[in-house]
C-alpha cells in the first residue's frame, strides 16, 4: 500500500524558512515523479512543484520561483520542500503526491499524503 | 497560463445524475484528470486520460472531454459523494511545463 508522510509544517514568521518532508513507503520511490501541491484554508488546489524520478528535472510554480526548491533523497525515500522568503499567501495545507507509473513528468497524481499545515504569521 | 473554470456548485437529489463541467480554451486537446476531495480528507483521483477510473472507484463515475467543456459525471449519485471536486490538465509551452488545477465545484446531495 502507497504510504505518503508529510511532516515539517508549522508557524513561521514572514520572511523565514521552512523545509517540508515527505516518506514515501510502498512502492518503489526512485521510480515515481512527485509532487507537492498547496490548498489554502477555504481554498482549492494549487500545484507548488513536480520532479522527476532522478531528481534532475524540476518544475515550479510562478508563485514559489526563486524561493522554494523541491529534492529528493532516493536513499532514504523521501520528497524535500525548501521554503524560503516565506509570505502570508504561502499559508496551506501542503501534500506531497505521487506520479503515476511509466511518467518520468507526470501527467497527474495518482496518491496523496494527508499534509501538513504550514501557517505564515507574525 | 492556462486557466480551468468550474462551477462553484452544483446540487442533486440521492439517486439522481450530477454533472460537473470544467471548462478551457480547447480543453478537448488536453488530458484531462478529475480528483474527489471530502471534507478534512486528501484527494483522491477519480478519473484519469478523461475517462478512465483508477480501481476502486464506481462505474457511477465517468468523465467525457471535447470542445472547450470536459464532464464528470456521477450517476446514482449518493449521500457519500458529497465532496469538492477539482479537474486537472497538464500544460506545455516552450520549455515551461505547469499543473493546472480548476477552482473546485462542491457537490452537495439534497
Known amino acids: 500500500e502507497v504510504q505518503l508522510l508529510e511532516s515539517g509544517g508549522g508557524l513561521v514568521q514572514p520572511g523565514g524558512s521552512l523545509r517540508l518532508s515527505c516518506a514515501a513507503s510502498?512502492?518503489?520511490?526512485?521510480?515515481?515523479?512527485m509532487c507537492w501541491v498547496r490548498q489554502a484554508p477555504g481554498k482549492g488546489l494549487e500545484w507548488v512543484s513536480v520532479?522527476?524520478?532522478?531528481?534532475?528535472?524540476?518544475y515550479y510554480a510562478d508563485s514559489v520561483k526563486g524561493r522554494f526548491t523541491i529534492s529528493r533523497d532516493n536513499s532514504k525515500n523521501t520528497l524535500y520542500l525548501q521554503m524560503n522568503s516565506l509570505r502570508a499567501e504561502d499559508t496551506a495545507l501542503y501534500y506531497c503526491?505521487?506520479?503515476?507509473?511509466?511518467?518520468?513528468?507526470?501527467?497527474?497524481?495518482?496518491?496523496w499524503g494527508q499534509g501538513t499545515l504550514v501557517t505564515v504569521s507574525s | 497560463s492556462y486557466v480551468l473554470t468550474q462551477p462553484p456548485s452544483v446540487s442533486v437529489a440521492p439517486g439522481k445524475t450530477a454533472r460537473i463541467t470544467c471548462g478551457g480554451n480547447?480543453?478537448?486537446?488536453?488530458?484531462l484528470y478529475w480528483y474527489q476531495q471530502k471534507p478534512g480528507q486528501a484527494p483522491v483521483l477519480v478519473i484519469y486520460?478523461?475517462?478512465d477510473r483508477p480501481s476502486g472507484i464506481p462505474e457511477r463515475f465517468s468523465g467525457s472531454n471535447s470542445g472547450n467543456t470536459a464532464t464528470l459525471t456521477i450517476s446514482r449519485v449518493e449521500a457519500g459523494d458529497e465532496a469538492d471536486y477539482y479537474c486537472?490538465?497538464?500544460?506545455?509551452?516552450?520549455?515551461?511545463?505547469?499543473?493546472?488545477f480548476g477552482g473546485g465545484t462542491k457537490l452537495t446531495v439534497l
Open positions: 510502498g512502492f518503489t520511490f526512485s521510480s515515481y515523479a
Open positions: 486520460y478523461d475517462s
Open positions: 520532479i522527476n524520478n532522478s531528481g534532475v528535472s524540476t
Open positions: 503526491a505521487k506520479g503515476p507509473a511509466q511518467q518520468l513528468v507526470p501527467n497527474y497524481f495518482d496518491n
Open positions: 480547447n480543453i478537448g486537446h488536453k488530458t
Open positions: 486537472q490538465v497538464w500544460h506545455s509551452s516552450s520549455d515551461h511545463r505547469i499543473w493546472v
